[in-house]
Each structure stands twice: as C-alpha cells, then as structure tokens.
C-alpha cells in the first residue's frame, strides 16, 4: 500500500515472500491463491515498512512485471484502517487501468501472509533520480515533464480520483530511453472524488504537501500544487518549502513565499515563473486547474504536439469499444453486474459521468462523448462517436445514462467474481431450469429492441457450445470471460 511501500533500488537478491501453513483474515475477500503458481520472482526492486517490491515474470508469457507483496500482519498491525485503503489503491488502480500515463495494473493475488499487486514494470527508474543526476532541467524538457505530470492529474481529475501524493519518486519512466514516458505508481493515498466534499486527512509527503491540506480541509486542487511544486524543483533542482525538520517545512508551504530571486531564477522565462505562481497559489479556489496548466502558453510554447497520446489509447475508451464488439446477451448481462457492484467500486465512474454530462441532465449526448473523450486525449469521427453510441445506449433512446455508461466502462476484471456472473445468470433463467432458452432471451431482449430471429441465433449458436438447445452456466461463464 502507498504508505507502506516505497520505490528504494537495491542490488540485494531477495526470494519472493512465501505463504506459510497458518491460515489469517481475509483484507480483500478473495480466494486465497498461491503466486508462485503463475509468476517467478528476481531482484528486489524496492522495499517499505508493510513490503517489499520485486521484479516477477510471468510463467505463461515471460513477460516481466513488478510485483508489491505487502504483509497483512504488518498491515494489520498499523494504527488507521489500512486495510480499506488497501482495497481502495486496488480499485482506483484497476479503474485507471489503460491510461497511457499511469503504470497498468495487471493483477492481485492474496495468501495466507500477503497481498501481491503484480502491475508494469517502469525499467527507466524515478523521477527523483533523474533530477538529482541532472541538477536540473532546461525549460524546454522540464516543460515537456511538467506537461505529462499535469495530463496524469488531468486525467485521474477527469475519471474521478485525486492521487494526493504525487512526487518525483512516485514518478517513474517507461524505459531508460529519451522517449521514455512518465508514468505514475503507488495510489495508497488516493481518493475517489465526491462532488461537493472536501477531505480532512493529512497526508503526503512534506515538501509537496499543499497547504489547504495542512489546514485539513482539501480537495483535487492538491494535486495542482503537488506538480507546481515539482515543475519548481525541475527548474531549480530545490524545492521551493524546505527546511531542516518537517514543521519548518510546514510553516514555509503556508507563507507561500516562493524564491525566484536565487539561482538560476533570474535567468529562467517570465513565462515560467508565471505558471510557478499560478500553480502554487495559496488559495486553491484560485489556483489554475490541470485543463488551463495544459493551455499555458509556456507549455505551448516549448512543447510540441505530443506523440505519447495517440487517438483512440485511453482506457475508457478501450473499454467502450470492447464492450461495442460484445453480442448483446454479454452486454445486457454486464449491467446486471453493473447494477449489482457496491457504491464504492463505481463511484470513479460516476464522477467522470458528471464530468461529461456538462447540461447536467443525467444523459449524454454524442457531442458530449466525443468532448468528454477529447479530455481523456482520444478524438474520433462523428461516425465512431456515433457507432460508441449506438452500444451503449442500449435502451435506444439516443443518449446513455450513468448506469449505461458505468455497463460500457467499468474495468473487466470484476469478471472474474463468480457471485456477479451467477446473479447475472440467474437474471435470464427466467423459470429457473438452470439453463438459458431462446424464449428467455426473447422475452428480455424484447425490451432492448433486440429480439429479431437473427440476433438471437447468432448469440445461441456461438454461446451453446454443446449444441443442446440452450446456454448452461458454463457456457455462460464462458462467454462472459473471454
């Protein structure tokens, strides 16, 4: 977990934690599992106070990850309730699951001893690193890093989850290459944002803190001052708050007297400086937001047109366009699913609608999918829009509400649960034989507009693969996981 793990390379060889016989509580209520099963463990990557970080490789592939086991016992033992925010790391990760900018989350195993998160492996090392080896940054390429930290937040904003501790070591690179992209690990601090409310826990790291959160009552406008902060110390190779013990620091980042007076300041862009204030300006109600960082024209002006962000890779939009391939069985059956998940799993989801839903009218149009997915990075053509819209809007009234979108968008892996595909299951066994017929589907595609001859045979003779007739729960599984 966020607080408990940290990115520290190490050239020690450590062996991959293993579960012993005892049996302990459950902290994510799945079935307990072996990793070894399925990946092998090399060099230690980084260790924390909960765990400890390794490189693993994936049996099946030999595809390399970095993997976080994170001891229970050590969890468990801490003061706060670490165990939800465990829980709440995992699904913020897997809803941000396919953002170019942030490391992709693959995987989470439980045993008896630990919890392992297996995710990307980011080989070009962190941010911090690099400055400290650099001094500092020119403005073209700090403008160039600035602009990708600053799409990380924009993004998390846009899908509703605020990262509340981002930091150079949080930062880490694709590969070791000069086209390496910058991506963003380690969400144990993170939030799902809820309209209107503010948060009271201090947390963070103390040189990026923002100062409303030392007053405790923050909300995303944190993170604006987290990357202001760093956009500072990319220019300067200082921080701009910095003292010899931690209330110092405190008292600095509440002056808010920012140094452009030292070296090399002087020498540095009045455009520069002007995004500097602006990003760590005091008061968060007037600070500039992620959108208007974007469009400040010293990032114009020394960035080009990116080409880590190319049409058609966010995440959402992945999953819009799998879900527009599915039959409209698989489709129907995801929102039984969607409708059955608890509030906390879709309330990212539910945020990023609202975000989109700019007439606030609980529905969105295609011009409101396209403007919402130009935010996420991805432009497409009215066709596409329109084809995104035609499968999501399944009820065939022009526009989709939360609950379709939640159906089109929400992350695959809570596929895998066997009570959400057994509920979805028992939703078309309509008289309960234990088997779905043609003439259940008929009845509940009927009111999808859906129930033609030839859309119902195509879905039983793909689904049915024993060809009896009718779609077992086999069978149905099945088609839902693959």
Not at 149 to 161: E, R
Not at 240 to 255: H, T
Not at 342 to 347: R, T
Not at 385 to 400: C, E, I, K, P, S
Request: aromatic share 8%.
């Amino acid at each position: 977990m966020g607080a408990c793990v940290s990115r520290r390379r190490t050239s020690s060889k450590a062996q991959a934690p293993k579960p012993s016989d005892e049996t302990s509580e459950s902290i994510l209520g799945i079935p307990f599992e072996h990793i070894g099963k399925y990946y092998t463990f090399g060099k230690e990557l980084g260790r924390g106070n909960c765990g400890v970080t390794h490189l693993c490789t994936e049996r099946k592939s030999g595809l390399q990850y970095a993997c976080k086991s994170i001891s229970k016992k050590k969890l468990l033992c801490r003061s706060g309730n670490y165990k939800d925010a465990l829980k709440k790391e995992i699904q913020v990760m897997k809803h941000l699951s396919g953002q170019p900018n942030v490391a992709e989350f693959k995987s989470v195993f439980e045993d008896s001893l630990y919890v392992h998160i297996v995710m990307e492996l980011c080989s070009g090392g962190d941010l911090l690193q690099r400055i400290m080896q650099k001094g500092h940054y020119n403005e073209r390429d700090a403008a160039s890093l600035c602009k990708q930290i600053v799409t990380i937040v924009h993004h998390c904003h846009f899908m509703g989850v605020m990262h509340r501790d981002l930091k150079p070591e949080n930062l880490l690179f694709s590969s070791k290459g000069d086209d390496a992209i910058l991506k963003a690990i380690d969400f144990g601090h993170s939030s799902f944002i809820e309209q209107g409310e503010k948060y009271a826990d201090v947390l963070g790291s103390p040189y990026y803190i923002a100062p409303e959160v030392l007053k405790g009552k923050h909300g995303k406008e944190a993170d604006i001052w987290s990357a202001g902060v760093i956009l500072y110390t990319l220019l300067s190779g200082m921080p701009p708050f910095w003292a010899d013990k931690e209330e110092g620091i405190f008292r600095a980042i509440l002056l808010g007297h920012i140094d452009f007076t030292s070296r090399p300041w002087p020498k540095i862009s009045k455009n520069a400086k002007d995004l500097v204030s602006k990003m760590l300006t005091l008061d968060p109600e007037r600070r500039i937001t992620s959108a208007e960082v974007l469009e400040h024209n010293w990032i114009k002006e020394n960035v080009k047109a990116s080409h880590h962000h190319k049409p058609m890779d966010n995440a959402i939009l992945c999953r819009m366009n799998e879900f527009r391939e599915m039959n409209m069985l698989k489709r129907l059956s995801l929102k039984v699913i969607a409708q059955n998940l608890p509030k906390e799993e879709i309330q990212g989801l539910k945020t990023m609608f609202s975000n989109m839903d700019t007439y606030n009218d609980g529905a969105i149009t295609t011009e409101e999918l396209k403007a919402g997915m130009q935010q996420l990075g991805s432009n497409f053509t009215d066709s596409e829009a329109q084809q995104l819209m035609d499968a999501v809007d399944m009820d065939r009234n022009g526009t989709f509400d939360c609950m379709e979108f939640i159906t089109a968008a929400m992350h695959r892996h809570r596929l895998k649960r066997d009570k959400n595909l057994y509920k979805a299951f028992q939703y078309f066994n309509i008289d309960k034989t234990g088997f779905i017929t043609i003439d259940n589907l008929k009845t509940l595609m009927k009111e999808f507009g859906a129930n033609d001859e030839v859309t119902i045979n195509e879905i039983m003779s793909k689904v049915d693969t024993d060809n009896d007739g009718r779609i077992s729960y086999e069978e149905f599984c099945t088609m839902m996981i693959n």
